[in-house]
Structures are given as structure tokens and as C-alpha cells.
């Protein structure tokens, strides 16, 4: 049931005790006590809502950044990654095969403070051999939803 | 605009069987649900999802690579063979793809054909009911005569006693769908092994609807072909439009004893030549590569099933559990209204959309019919009003 519970969740994450005990049976204190327990337990880490910028004018610049770094021997890729991981213009970090070692995305509110973040920060970090950044250009999706020009109900009346 | 023409009525020449025919119930509530605005509706008895990508886009493939002509007359052997592929896999039924399988224009023609393939002018075919809408009518537009019978009043099963003492020197099948629209029942191993026993007893076939065997919920659903003695004489009616999201696709399709598939092949080959090519690969996609979709659609209904039974239940409307399909149909016997009366008020004072039970049949009379196959906004909120509607009859 835990599991049932985090897939509603991570669908909606407003979805009150009551109605997820109403949909999976289960009474709305266990569900609490469930929610409760995967919170403590940092199964489910927060709670956010997918905002479609661009439709505001303030938009945020987001950027893709490759970095190749020299990994250390005790550690890996782990300190490098962690230090990176402080800066608040990271909003998200992964360490991926292939070309490079860890895909940064940033985000700031000019292309200028992205900039001065990579040129400034990043780049001169110990380990950190070198960059390429990505600005974004456009979302099309994200997390699992279609941010525009997603598909209407086309029913039409039908006798069935 | 008149009927009239040069003094003759035209009206005069629609054939008698098709002027009989009543019009489908939900028809008549329908032109009046599209009249009113902002409406919820729990009423139409379709997936609330789009078609899964991959299936979308092999039809789109199909396209672009020609696939425009014509398939045979039966259906693209690839798709029999993974139709029969399924049944083997999935119940251990096995048919052989060449002669035992037809592919049809959604499950509704597969039902029209069967009744026509096997029905002699005025042969009787048992239906149990409440029925989807169209059993009685295939029934009667193939000549023969539908013979009603009330399904357990608690649980919509059909009840064999009942069938039994129905069985007339003249009966010739028994017309059955599990899970049921438009109750949501799950016909049990045991009801459907006495069934099996009556059609062996009497000697008559077994029209078997199982368009919604895929959407089941904690229950087991047993094709009657897989019971002892019985895959001779059942015509297996299946498709895609419930399980896979591919209402508009039209595929579905009959399995059975090769004379009577013979039999409706040629109906089918007069009349419709063969089901859409398009259809077709899209089919054969889904049932290669889409039963991670099922699940997952599956399980979505599961939990607008659990809510809408809860919240129906919440509201003092009694509601037996449905175990397939995506239908409940609460009794609204409580309110002392009858089903038309209820669907139409709650209509005009709330603008929610449900479907009087006795569209279905007289004994669907004292329940209405829910779909849950919509988002679980809309059935909350249809929830909230059906609650005010309720204590304001009180």
C-alpha cells in the first residue's frame, strides 16, 4: 500500500488523507501515518509544483551544463559532485556516462548570472576540467506533463 | 419538414423490424445531457484516455509505409495470430489463427454477425439483464425474438435457474457479457460452470461478450470457451476498445467453432469487406507491446472505483461492489424515484449525467449507471452534487 500511496502522490501531491484512503481503501489515519513515515524516512522528499514559466514575463534562464571533472581517489566523483551540488544556482545534479561526468542544471534570473556562475565558480573549481553550457530554449515537457498543446477530451455523445 | 411525399407516407416504408426496435434509452438521455450546459458526466461508457503513443504511432508508420489497401477478409493473419497468441497465454485457450479467429469493426459487429450467423426467424436467445443496449437489438434485427431474464438482484449475476426454466424448444443461445456493462458484475467460475451446464443440456450455443475481460479488479475473469465441453459451442467475442483506450480504432474480434467463424466471415466479407487496416496494425502493436499500459490504466481505474463505490456508499446510496469494466450501478431505490425521474432531476438541478438503469432493461429499474472513466476532479464534484441532490429530495 505504501507504494500505492507514493504513485497517487507523485501524481498529485494535494490529494487529501481522505481521498486517497477513499481510493485505496485504506482508513485516512493509515494513510496519514503511511505519508508520514515515507516524509521521515525522506522517501518522498518534497512537495513542489511544476510552474510553466514562460507563460509569466520574469521568466527564469535555465541551462544544461556538462562537466568534465578529475575524479579524486578516495571519493570518486562524490566530493567534486557535492561541492557543486551547494552552489543555490544548481537546481539539479546528476552524474551520467558517456562524454562527460555530471550534467548541471542551473538556474538564475539573466543569461548574465548563469554566466558569472560557470565563469566565476564552476569552472575554477579544483577537479572540475571543463564546461559546456546549454541554454534552454524552450520546455516541452516536463516531469511526465506536456506543458502546451496538450491533448483535449474529443468525446462526442455515443450510445453505448 | 414533412414525411409526405406525393401522398405517401415514407415513414411506411422503414421495415417493420427496424421500426419495432426501440430507441437505445441512454439516446434519448443524451440529446438532453448535449442540450444542457456545464454538464459532469458519469454517462458515457468510454476510457477517458487517449490511445497509448506507441500504438498511435505505428498506425502512423503504417500510413506513411502504404499500408492503405484492404486486408483479408478475416483480418491481417499477424493480427489473428497474436489475437490467437493472447487467448493461449492468457486463459489457455487455443484457437487456430486461420479458421477460428475473424477480425471485426469493434466487438458490435462481431456480436451483430454471430446472431445473424446462428439465428433461424424466431429463434429465442436468452439474455440475462440488466444488458448493454444492443444485446436485445442484434437479437431482434436477425430475426429472432430476445428472451429477458432478471440477473441476482444483489450481485447482477446471471441466475442459472432463471436461464433454465427460460429454455424453450426454441431457444437457440444464451447471450452473456463479463465483466458487464452495465453493472460492472464479473460473472463467477461457479455461475459460469452452471451456464455451461445448461448449454450443454439443451444443446445451445454461447454468445460471450468479454470486451472488458482486461478490466477486472482483484476477481478472476473466466472466458465460458476455457470450461470443459464448452469451446466448441461459445462464440468468444473480444477487442480493443476498453483495455487499450482504442475506442475509435474499431478492431475487435470472434473466436469460435470454424463453421460458425466460417458463417460470419461471409456475412462479414458481404458487408464490410474487412475491419480498417489502420486499425489493424495499431491492434497488433497492442497486443505485442502494450500490457505495461493496461496495468497502469488498470490501476488509475482501481482507484476512481474504490472512490466513486466509497463516495456513492458515503451518500446513502447502496452500491455492490463492481469488479470490472468502469461502471457502478448504486440503487437509487431510496430516493423513491424511479431511474428516469432521478437521471433526468439530477440533471436539471445539479447538471450531472448518469444513465437510468432501465435503459438497460426493466430489471436495471431502481439504479443508475456511473461511469468512473473520468478525471477524479469530476467525480468528486459530481459526488458533492449527487450528496445536495439526494437530501434535497429527502
Same mark, same amino acid.
Given at each position: ?29 493509515? /494513510? ?18 511544476? /510552474? ?42 546528476? &552524474? ?5 561526468? &555530471? ?32 541554454? &534552454? ?9 506536456? &506543458? ?13 | ?394
Amino acid at each position: 500500500m505504501l507504494n500505492e500511496v507514493l504513485k497517487i502522490l507523485e501524481e498529485d501531491a494535494r490529494r487529501t488523507p481522505d481521498d486517497i484512503a477513499a481510493m485505496t481503501g485504506l482508513k485516512p489515519e493509515e /494513510v496519514s501515518s503511511i505519508i508520514k513515515k515515507a516524509e521521515e524516512d525522506r522517501l518522498i522528499v518534497k512537495y513542489k509544483a511544476i /510552474v510553466n514559466w514562460s507563460k509569466l514575463q520574469d521568466e527564469h534562464i535555465l541551462a544544461l551544463i556538462e562537466v568534465k571533472t578529475s575524479p579524486e581517489k578516495e571519493t570518486g566523483f562524490d566530493a567534486i559532485a557535492e561541492t557543486i551540488a551547494r552552489y543555490p544556482q544548481v537546481n539539479t545534479l546528476y &552524474l551520467v556516462s558517456g562524454t562527460y561526468d &555530471l550534467a548541471v542544471i542551473a538556474v538564475g534570473k539573466t543569461l548574465q548570472e548563469i554566466a558569472s556562475f560557470v565563469t566565476q565558480k564552476l569552472a575554477p573549481l579544483e577537479g572540475v576540467q571543463s564546461t559546456a553550457t546549454h541554454f &534552454l530554449l524552450k520546455k516541452y515537457k516536463e516531469d511526465g506533463v506536456i &506543458l502546451e498543446g496538450g491533448e483535449e477530451n474529443r468525446r462526442q455523445s455515443v450510445v453505448l | 419538414m414533412s414525411g409526405d411525399v406525393l401522398g405517401t407516407d415514407i415513414s411506411s416504408f422503414v421495415a417493420r423490424r427496424v421500426k419495432d426496435l426501440a430507441p437505445s434509452g441512454i439516446r434519448k438521455f443524451f440529446d438532453l445531457v448535449a442540450s444542457t450546459q456545464g454538464v459532469i458526466s458519469l454517462s458515457i461508457g468510454e476510457p477517458d484516455f487517449t490511445t497509448p503513443w506507441h500504438i498511435r504511432d505505428s498506425a502512423i508508420q503504417s500510413i506513411k509505409k502504404g499500408y492503405t489497401m484492404y486486408t483479408s477478409n478475416a483480418g491481417m493473419p499477424e493480427l489473428k495470430e497474436e489475437i490467437a497468441r493472447y487467448l493461449k497465454r492468457s486463459y489457455g485457450l487455443e484457437y487456430d489463427p486461420a479458421t477460428q479467429i475473424l477480425v471485426t469493426v469493434g466487438v458490435s459487429e462481431a456480436l451483430d454477425l454471430a446472431a445473424r450467423a446462428i439465428i433461424e426467424s424466431e429463434d429465442e436467445v436468452i439474455i440475462p439483464e440488466p444488458c448493454y443496449v444492443a444485446y436485445p437489438a442484434v437479437v431482434n434485427l436477425a430475426g429472432g425474438t430476445p428472451v429477458l431474464v432478471p440477473t441476482d438482484s444483489s450481485t447482477f449475476e446471471p441466475v442459472p435457474e432463471i436461464i433454465e426454466e427460460n429454455v424453450t424448444s426454441r431457444t437457440k443461445a444464451i447471450l452473456i457479457g463479463s465483466p458487464a456493462n452495465p453493472t460492472g458484475a464479473v460473472i463467477s467460475r461457479r455461475v459460469l460452470e452452471e451456464i455451461a451446464d445448461i448449454s450443454i443440456a439443451h444443446n445451445l450455443i454461447v454468445l460471450s461478450d468479454e470486451i472488458y475481460a482486461r478490466l477486472i479488479y482483484g476477481a478472476e475473469h473466466v472466458p465460458i470457451a476455457s470450461l470443459p465441453g464448452m469451446k466448441e459451442r461459445t462464440v468468444l467475442l473480444g477487442g480493443f476498445s476498453k483495455a487499450y483506450a482504442m475506442t475509435g480504432w474499431r478492431i475487435g474480434y470472434a473466436a469460435g467453432n470454424r463453421n460458425i467463424i466460417s458463417a460470419m466471415t461471409k456475412i462479414h466479407q458481404y458487408t464490410i469487406m474487412c475491419a480498417p487496416t489502420m486499425g489493424q496494425v495499431g491492434a497488433i502493436e497492442a497486443l505485442r507491446e502494450a500490457d505495461g499500459d493496461v496495468s497502469s490504466m488498470v490501476e488509475d481505474y482501481n482507484r476512481r472505483r474504490l472512490f466513486i463505490v466509497n463516495g456513492l456508499r458515503e451518500v446513502g446510496l447502496s452500491c455492490p461492489e463492481p469488479r470490472g469494466a468502469f461502471y457502478v450501478f448504486p440503487s437509487i431505490r431510496e430516493t423513491g424515484l424511479t431511474s428516469d425521474e432521478f437521471a433526468e432531476k439530477l440533471l436539471t438541478a445539479e447538471k450531472v449525467a448518469v444513465v437510468p438503469g432501465v435503459a438497460f432493461g426493466q430489471s436495471g429499474e431502481g439504479h443508475v449507471r456511473c461511469c468512473y472513466a473520468t478525471s477524479l476532479e469530476d467525480i468528486k464534484e459530481a459526488l458533492t452534487r449527487i450528496d445536495r441532490f439526494i437530501h434535497q429530495q429527502g
